[in-house]
Nanobody
Framework: QLRLVESGGGLAETGGFLRLSCEAS????????IGWFRQVPGKEREGVGC????????YYANSVEGRFTMSTNAAKNTMFLQMNGLHPGATATYYC?????????????????WGEGTSVTVSA
């Protein structure tokens, strides 16, 4: 059973940065599509980006393209979300996820595995 544990959330100022981590256990991330989502209370969870297992290509939502970068460390079986140029609109709970299919910029047909979420707050 794949288990995902996030860390790295917190408070940042506008223009600042945060790096989220998502450590996986029970399965190798290299073999499945992975991604990040975020959710604001009262709104639907939205895809931030995803990485395909086939060739490691990364795709991003327009709202974060050029400012957020996903990466993985195979040795640590960990995925990362580097968030630069933060603004208050990025305030949300961020979730890493795995399995399903990276289509466009979000995982579809799943994902079956979710982290518990980590809170990000960006002050004006």
């Amino acid at each position: 059973q794949l288990r995902l544990v996030e860390s790295g959330g917190g408070l940042a100022e506008t223009g600042g940065f945060l790096r989220l981590s998502c450590e996986a256990s029970g399965w190798t991330l290299d073999y499945i599509d992975i991604g990040w989502f975020r959710q604001v209370p009262g709104k639907e969870r939205e895809g931030v980006g995803c990485i395909t297992s086939s060739d490691g290509s990364a795709y991003y939502a327009n709202s974060v393209e050029g400012r957020f970068t996903m990466s993985t460390n195979a040795a640590k079986n960990t995925m990362f979300l580097q968030m630069n140029g933060l603004h208050p609109g990025a305030t949300a709970t961020y979730y890493c996820a795995a399995s399903g299919n990276c289509n466009g910029y979000r995982l579809v047909w799943g994902p079956d595995y979710w982290g518990e979420g980590t809170s990000v707050t960006v002050s004006a």
